[in-house]
């Protein structure tokens, strides 16, 4: 699926001045900065409010703060998960004469028609975070996404070495089934659990995706899982969200911290969980790298300059084209690390070690 040695994208851009803050509605979020006549507009739409806390966060101020140090006009806007307003927010970008188009699809469906119309105008396009599967985009900007789900399985592996538990049964916890990267996170965490089913030291459990990434069904999900087996000992979910939500059905069976969960994203309810003992670990993806390596590509391209940090490629899988990409390294972390997260800004010290995590900070050593 993947060909190439992938580069780490260059430094990113640094923001200067105020960062206005998201709205709920996900509406227009343009950067307070324009550009010189000759350069173009940028477009962004971003996914949803709801799989995870990063898209209206992270992603929206690293991209806004990049845009505005380059002098150059940003559109950010949000779908809310809805695959019309998705396309509607797309019409109007293009509508607008919006040079460049950076999306990150609801489904792949979806986002090779946004893409072909894109195209259609002679707009520049980027995949961001996922790629669509043969959307024909100019260029990918994500992490290794395989790499992502290996440091999943290999955590979920020590996390039960840790336990001692003989022939644990794990269950895995997908995330959407339109996602590629949802794909490529189960391919890559399969290729560390799968040795261990076939010779039986594990035990092949309840394998099911999660519809949206949807925490509230991935409960309802785990639940029925638990109820049909009660001898799951170890739960490979594909990212935190989906991790608290199987922490919250091991909670009410008094089960958590007794069967290892992983998780991804490192947000700020996943390290909680970490420290707490009820989650194994996460994986942290540097999205500030993410946002400045895409805003650096688009910023070029509004520019009418030669972006010049694609320098690896990835297979689509359908078109089995090879599309000009940038992937980042993921890192795993666990209660021995959680310090690297906060010393990278990802998160403060504050926003983690509140009320009764302040004494599970101090034990992990962060001060």
Known sequence: MRKGVFALAAAGLLATGSIAACGDSGGSDSGSTKGSSSTGKVGVILPDTKSSARWATADLTYLKAAFAAAGVQADIQNAQGDKTQFQTIADGMISSGVKVLMIVNLDSGTGKAVLDKARGAGIATIDYDRLTLNGGANYYVSFDNVKVGELQGKGLV???????????????????????????????????????????????????????????????IFEQMLTQNKNIKGVLAANDGLGNAAISVLKRNRLNGQVPVTGQDATVQGLQNILAGDQCMTVY???????DAASELAIALAKNQKPSTATGVTRDPESGKDVPSVLLEPQSITKDNIKDVIADKFVTKEQLCTGDYAKACTAAGIS
Do not use: H, M, R
């Open 158 to 220: 020590d996390c039960l070495a840790a336990k001692k538990y003989d022939k644990p049964v794990v269950a895995e916890l997908n995330g959407s089934p339109t996602d590629n990267n949802a794909t490529l996170f189960k391919q890559g965490y399969d290729s560390v659990l799968k040795p261990k089913y076939d010779s039986g030291e594990f035990q092949k459990g309840p394998d099911q995706s999660v519809p949206e990434w949807d925490n509230a069904q991935a409960g309802t």
């Open 285 to 291: 993806k540097a999205i500030k790298k993410e946002a």
